[in-house]
């Protein structure tokens, strides 16, 4: 994990206890008494969230809707320092390092499900970078097969119809999952290349990332993979710019 990342040495249950009691709930031993958390639950991820959001970031009131994908904080943690590197690569930018950012922060819904950038990149605006977690799934029954290998590999039993990791169906699945899904997001880049620095996404599929090497050769984008892994689980993140940078 990134040095600056505040979850590289694990948790501290102990502390978190005493800031959030709510998470004694969750809190378990292993085998080498040991404390944790069942990361198969997702009221256990949700209630782990909250507190390290709490005692870390001073996010108190942190609220999300009951079952919408809640992946661990630290790997979204691990996300942002990898782009706080990739922003010193870009040449002649003058990058605020406020803390507060609340009143620069404006939220669009993207209302067309055919487009990604169009209408939420407008003409005149510019930006350092985007950040993308996409469906993964083709289907919402790739999606259960998928937690119900989960469920088999932790040895335990789930129910078929509740996915272990929650999420709802746009988070989850679309047509082509998570290649197909990239793809476009690539195609589309190629016309806001002059208003983005740089594109990112996270590829959970390592198999996918060769289509994905070969449509931003043929757009000429300049491209790296950086590694994303959080304890068990080997993901990346795929960047890619049309403008230069310094290496």
Known sequence: MH??????????????????????????????????????????????NKALLKKYYGILNWEIPNQALCPPVPSRVEYIHILNDLLKKIPNKNISQSKELTDHITITHQVDRGQIFKDIINQDEYYYFTVCNPPFFKSETDALKASVRKWKNLNRKGNLKNLNFGGFANELWCNGGELLFIKRMIKESVMYQNQVYWFTSLVSQKANLKPLYKILNKFKAKNITIPLNIGNKKSRILVWTFQESNE
Do not use: A, C, M
């Open 3 to 48: 040095n600056n990342n505040k979850h590289k040495d694990g948790y501290n249950f102990e502390e978190l206890i005493i800031d959030s009691p709510l998470l004694t709930k969750y809190v378990i031993k292993n085998e080498y008494n040991n404390l944790r958390i069942d990361f198969s639950d997702y009221e256990s991820v949700y209630n782990l």
